[in-house]
């Protein structure tokens, strides 16, 4: 089992759509955890970090649930700029962060 | 003003050369990564340090050797290049060790002839 896995996609949706994204990660100690985002032959931007209550950044919203070890982003009305590859990140509790293999998102006019 | 840079962006070179690539970050950060992304985009650290000292080394061939002169940069040297050393090698920096948000360099592009 990958230490961090995320579906490839892609996912393709029009724009105003909600598309949610999950991961899940092996290691039940892991502490931290991310959504970065990438756009194509960009570097990685951290677009929220998820915390145990949940957190919502305007129509971006990530869930924790450590009890299934999964990680959740949620957007809401999409807009064509969010089309982009996005990571989960899960740091291991100890020294190290593991980056998922992204999902990708295309959003459609 | 660039928070992380590395230079080159681009590499282009022959098998069995030596090559190295430049990371500087002006964001006071005691800890820098390396990471590579293959064709697949699938994103592996490849070394960490914390304070100029090596944390973390993962399972790279020792043709790799990370070099960090001060806190503000870490370089990545590989020797005798090979054709599946051929990436996008980002740099980043986080303020601690850790857990903590990591800014990214915009990625050096190195291909193997």
């Known amino acids: 089992r990958k230490e961090v896995e995320q579906d490839p996609g892609p996912f393709n949706v029009p724009e105003g759509a909600t598309v949610a994204f999950n991961c899940t990660y092996s290691?039940?100690?892991?502490?931290?955890f991310f959504w970065y985002r990438q756009d194509c032959r960009k570097e990685p931007k951290l677009l929220m970090s998820?915390?145990?209550s949940g957190n919502e950044d305007g129509r971006f919203t990530a869930q924790l649930n450590r009890a299934s070890q999964y990680i959740s982003l949620l957007i809401r009305d999409s807009k064509l700029s969010d089309s982009a590859t996005y990571l989960c990140?899960?740091?291991?509790?100890?020294?190290?962060?593991?980056f998922g293999a992204g999902t990708r998102l295309f959003v459609k006019a | 003003d660039t928070a992380v840079s590395q230079t080159p962006k681009y590499l282009v070179t022959q098998m069995g050369n030596d090559k190295s690539i430049k990371c500087e970050q002006n964001?006071?950060?005691?800890?820098m990564y390396w990471y590579k992304q293959d064709s697949k985009k699938f994103l592996k650290i490849m070394f960490s340090?914390?304070?100029?000292?090596?944390?973390i080394n993962e399972t790279v061939p020792n043709r790799f050797s990370p070099k960090s002169p001060d806190k503000a940069h870490l370089n990545l040297h590989i020797n005798s290049l090979e054709l599946g050393d051929s990436a996008v090698y980002f740099c980043?920096?986080?303020?601690?060790?850790?857990?903590?948000?990591?800014?990214f360099g915009p990625g050096t592009r190195l291909l193997v002839l």
């Open positions: 964001l006071g950060h005691d800890t």
């Open positions: 290691n039940s100690a892991s502490q931290s």
């Open positions: 980043a920096s986080s303020q601690v060790f850790g857990g903590e948000t990591q800014y």
């Open positions: 340090y914390n304070n100029k000292e090596l944390i």
């Open positions: 990140v899960v740091n291991d509790g100890g020294f190290k962060t593991i």
């Open positions: 998820v915390y145990s």
